[in-house]
C-alpha cells in the first residue's frame, strides 16, 4: 500500500476530529488524564513490541494505531491545559530530526552507522547545553535489561567501549569468579550484587556482538515454553504427574521435545 501524502493528512485529519469528539460526548474518554492513560500506553507498547516479535504486519499495523490514539490523545490533553498542542508535537519533532541529522541536512559526513550514533549522541549533549550526562537519556523506568543495553550503547557512541570485542571475555570469566568467591562465602548480598555484574557484562558480550539481548532472552524464554508444554502434555498422556516424577524422566522427555521440535 502507498496512501498519497494528501489522503494521508486527511485520515490524520479526521483523526483529530475524532478525538475532539470523544472529549466532549465520551463519559470515559473526558475522564482520562495524562496519569491515567500512562499505563495504557505502556500496556499498547508491549503488545506492539509482542506483533513485532511475531512478524505479523497485520498485528503491527493494528497496534500502532493504538499507540497513535495514544499520542493524539496526550496531545489533545496537553491542548486544553494550555501546554502544548499535536502540532508543537509534530513541529518539535521535525525540528529535532533535521538537527540530529546534520549529514542529512548539513554537510557533514557520516559514512556509517556508528558515525551516526556519534553524532546523535553529541548533538544531544549540546541541547543540554553539557548540563545533562548522557546516561540521562535512559528513562530510569526501563526494565533492568533493556536498560543496561541502552545505558552501554550510550556510553559507546562517547567512545567509551572495548578496543576488541573479545576482551569482554575477561571481563565475563572475571565476573563469574568474583561471584563463585561470594558464593562460597554464602554473603547473599554480595552474590546480589555480583550476578548483576555478571548479567551487565553478558549484556555487554551481546551488544558487541550485535545480538540484542532482550530479543535473545525471548527466544530462549519461547523455546522453554514450548518445551516444557511438551512435557507437560506428554505427561498428561501417559496419565503421570511431573510433581511424581524423577528430573532424570523428565529429562528424557525434555530431550525428545528438543529432537522432535528441532526437525
Known amino acids: 500500500m502507498n496512501t498519497n501524502k494528501k489522503e494521508v493528512l486527511n485520515r490524520f485529519g479526521k483523526l483529530l476530529d475524532i478525538m475532539d469528539r470523544l472529549r466532549e460526548e465520551c463519559p470515559w474518554d473526558r ?3 495524562l496519569e491515567t492513560l500512562r499505563t495504557l500506553t505502556i500496556e ?11 512478524k505479523d504486519l497485520q498485528e503491527i499495523s ?5 499507540i497513535l490514539l495514544h499520542i493524539v490523545f496526550y496531545a489533545k ?5 494550555g501546554a ?7 513541529t518539535q ?7 540530529r541529522h546534520p549529514h542529512v541536512f548539513g554537510d557533514v ?13 553529541h548533538l544531544k549533549t549540546r541541547e543540554k547545553n553539557g548540563n545533562k550526562s548522557v546516561l540521562s537519556g535512559v528513562p530510569a523506568g526501563l526494565p533492568a535489561l533493556i536498560k543496561s543495553f541502552r545505558i552501554q550503547d550510550k556510553a559507546r557512541a562517547m567512545g567509551f567501549d572495548w578496543e576488541e570485542k573479545e576482551q569482554v571475555w575477561d571481563k565475563v570469566d572475571e565476573e563469574i569468579s568474583e561471584f563463585r568467591t561470594e558464593w562460597k562465602n554464602e554473603d ?7 550476578f548483576g555484574d555478571l548479567l551487565f557484562a553478558l549484556v555487554n558480550a551481546a551488544r558487541l556482538y550485535g545480538i540484542n539481548p532482550e530479543n535473545a532472552l525471548e527466544r530462549t524464554n519461547k523455546t522453554f515454553i514450548s518445551r516444557f508444554n511438551y512435557l507437560e502434555e506428554k505427561t498428561i498422556k501417559q496419565g503421570r504427574s511431573l510433581k511424581k516424577m524423577t528430573l532424570q524422566q523428565m529429562d528424557e522427555i525434555w530431550e525428545e521435545a528438543k529432537n522432535t521440535q528441532n526437525k
Open 188 to 194: 547473599q548480598d554480595r552474590m546480589e550484587a555480583e
Open 31 to 33: 475522564e482520562q488524564t
Open 93 to 99: 519533532l521535525s525540528d529535532k530530526l533535521i538537527y
Open 62 to 66: 493494528k497496534e500502532l494505531g493504538d
Open 77 to 81: 490533553i496537553g491542548q486544553e491545559q
Open 44 to 54: 499498547e507498547t508491549y503488545e506492539l513490541s509482542e506483533a513485532i516479535l511475531k
Open 84 to 90: 502544548f498542542d499535536i502540532g508543537d508535537v509534530i
Open 109 to 121: 559526513k557520516a559514512g556509517n552507522s556508528d558515525k551516526v550514533i556519534q553524532n546523535w549522541e
